[in-house]
């Protein structure tokens, strides 16, 4: 496959990336469409239940061996590392906890950007394994953290102080965490037969929902953009480059943990991510000074917007390369 423009609008014509641009229209127009608050939540937890209940359902097919313990402790290491170098970067210019926010955030994973990349693999007859999930759900507490260990080591002038079993329990405890891994965890030991009987409810709607999900998504990134333009070119550079940076090299790292095309690009993509939705739920208790204009329109309305379109052409481009 050659990377190129017509990797490009293969993704760009995917149904529900084209439902995320029309939540932009949606904004820019000042248009009324609205999707119902309790209607965006229980969307949102019905995609990390289907995700966490069918990765389990893989999972129980395959055996626990050691690429598949390699590639847990290779995600958890990705979701550590990548806060490190993050926060030295943005120190040149933010102070300790935005700093420590975004990194926490570009640490941590998106699983709708996870979700768009199994839509493109699909497009491509492409499949990964179900430990994959596992996968993106272990790196979604490191980043974390590490993002607060380095608060806590640099300096936190809001006077309070929380001990590392806090940050644990807290991140753990995050309910799009718990949902997610307990999810993939009755999904491996459910039996097989009876899982069926909820297979159109997990896998027949799902593409539908998340298609209104990213309509959604459309409309949060165009609203909170206008808040993100005080900090400047620098910060939309980031956006731009960092993600493509972390999935670049974990594409061509990952070949050391495994060979499998699809195993690797999830890798890549979910390096590149960042999250929107478990870190700045952990941030808020965490960094109350942290600016959440800053770092949710940085990962929803740069960096997903340019995975979708440059990143993961690339990504693959480079694990069919090394």
């Not at 739920?281 to 917007?305: N, Q």
Request: a neutral charge.
């Amino acid at each position: 496959m050659n990377f190129g423009y017509q990797e490009i609008l293969l993704n760009l014509s995917n149904p529900t990336i084209l439902f995320f641009l029309l939540g932009v229209l949606a904004v820019v127009v000042k248009s009324d469409l609205e999707i119902p608050a309790s209607s965006s939540k229980f969307i949102a937890l019905y995609l990390l239940f289907s995700i966490g209940f069918k990765g389990g359902q893989e999972l129980s097919h395959e055996v626990i061996d050691q690429e598949v313990l390699l590639s847990l402790l290779l995600g958890v290491l990705i979701s550590a590392v990548i806060p490190l170098y993050t926060f030295f970067i943005m120190r040149w210019k933010l102070d300790v906890q935005n700093a420590a926010a975004v990194a926490a955030s570009y640490g941590s994973v998106s699983a709708v950007t996870f979700v768009a990349a199994m839509s493109i693999m699909e497009l491509h007859q492409m499949h990964s394994g179900g430990h994959m999930v596992a996968v993106m759900a272990m790196m979604e507490s490191p980043a974390i953290i590490v993002g607060v260990m380095l608060m806590m080591r640099f300096g936190m002038d809001n006077g309070k102080s929380m001990s590392m079993r806090t940050i644990l329990r807290h991140s753990v405890t995050n309910g799009s965490v718990l949902l997610i891994l307990g999810s993939l965890l009755i999904g491996w030991i459910a039996d097989v037969k009876q899982a069926e009987g909820i297979k159109p409810f997990t896998t027949d709607i799902f593409k539908g929902f998340l298609a209104l999900f990213l309509l959604e998504m459309g409309m949060v990134t165009a609203r909170r953009f206008a808040a993100f333009r005080q900090y400047g070119g620098w910060m939309t550079f980031f956006g731009i480059l960092i993600p493509l940076f972390n999935g670049s090299w974990v594409a061509c790292f990952s070949q050391w943990v495994t060979d499998d095309v699809g195993n690797r690009f999830v890798f890549a993509v979910l390096a590149a991510s960042a999250s929107y939705i478990a870190v700045p739920a952990a941030m808020r208790l965490a960094a109350p000074k942290a600016d959440p204009g800053l770092y949710i329109p940085m990962a929803l309305g740069i960096t997903f917007p340019v995975n979708l379109t440059i990143g993961m052409p690339l990504y693959l481009w480079i694990v069919e390369l090394t």
